[in-house]
C-alpha cells in the first residue's frame, strides 16, 4: 500500500454472520459497521456490493480463522473461498489475516466496557467488532511497512 489515505473494510468470516468494518491506513484505526446474515457462509452478495459502492474502499481484508498452532483450521478453507470470491466478483485486492483470537478479544472487550448485554450470542453479536480488531491488525502492519 501507498503513504496515501486508503479506505480499507475488514470482515471477520463466519456462516451464520460476518461482521464488516472500515478503516483507513492514515490512522490505522477502524470502525464496525454491521453483521451481515450468511446462510451456510454464503452472504447476501448484493449486501456486501452495497457496502463496497457506499464506502468505495481501495482493498478488503479477511480474517483467517488459524488453529492456535498457525495451521489451518476447519474454516480456514471457507475463509479463503470467501476471499478468493470477494477479489472475483468485485475486482479489489483481498488481504487475509490471521485472526486467532480476533473473537474471544472482542467479546472479552465487550464485557470489560461493559456494553456487554445479557441474552445469548445471538443476541449480542460480536463480529463487526472482531472485524475492528482484525483490520486494525493488518492496518498496523501496513504503516510499518511504509
Request: with cysteine; hydrophobic share 40%; glycine share 10%.
Amino acid at each position: 500500500m501507498t503513504g496515501a489515505l486508503q479506505r480499507v473494510l475488514g470482515f471477520d468470516y463466519g456462516t451464520r454472520q460476518i461482521g464488516v468494518a472500515v478503516g483507513q491506513t492514515l490512522t490505522a484505526s477502524a470502525s464496525p459497521l454491521r453483521e451481515l446474515r450468511a446462510r451456510d457462509g454464503i452472504p447476501d452478495w448484493e449486501e456486501i456490493a452495497a457496502l463496497l459502492r457506499e464506502w468505495r474502499p481501495d482493498a478488503l481484508v479477511v480474517g483467517l480463522p488459524l488453529n492456535m498452532d498457525g495451521t489451518p483450521s476447519d474454516m480456514s478453507a471457507r475463509a479463503e473461498k470467501f476471499a478468493r470470491r470477494l477479489q472475483g466478483r468485485f475486482g479489489l485486492p483481498v488481504h487475509c489475516i490471521d485472526e486467532r483470537l480476533s473473537t474471544f478479544e472482542a467479546k472479552q472487550t465487550l464485557r470489560d466496557s461493559g456494553r456487554r448485554q445479557h441474552g445469548s450470542y445471538r443476541d449480542n453479536p460480536v463480529d463487526s467488532l472482531a472485524a475492528v480488531l482484525l483490520l486494525e491488525t493488518w492496518l498496523g502492519g501496513q504503516t510499518k511497512e511504509t
